[in-house]
């Protein structure tokens, strides 16, 4: 870590300690060229996970989102900013109180943006999420996309 006052690579800790109950660890540094001392604190980074269908975790990641969104409306008439909103809304089902997120919340996140923003769209990600196994499926989505008021 480079030095504030003189951008010197050459610091070296000269305390080391836990921090925050634990959760960080507090460092005093000194820089050899200058002799300023400063401190740093070491905490995990936040990393929102999935909870799979199988129970296993994965980090979640917007772009994978972003991916299957941008797949469900490709040649559609919608805006990358629209898109980027849908993202959006996936990202905000994590906090602090719920790191863990089920894929299936997911999804179901990304259906209702999409079914409020494009029906092809809504249909093509339903069929790849839902694993449609055949056309009756697609005639109940249709159906429930036409009960709506
Ligand atoms: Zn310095």
Redesign the pocket.
Known sequence: ML??????ED?KVIDSRAAEGGLAIRRRRQ?L????RFTTFERAAYQPMVRKRDGRLEPFSADKVRHGIEQALADRPVSAGTIEALVTQTEALFGPDTPIVGAGEIGDTVLAGLRAVDEVGYLRFASVYKEFTGAGDFEREMAALEDRP
Not at 3 to 8: D, G, H, N, P, V
């Open positions: 030095c504030q006052m003189c951008r010197s610091t820089c060229t200058c002799g300023h």
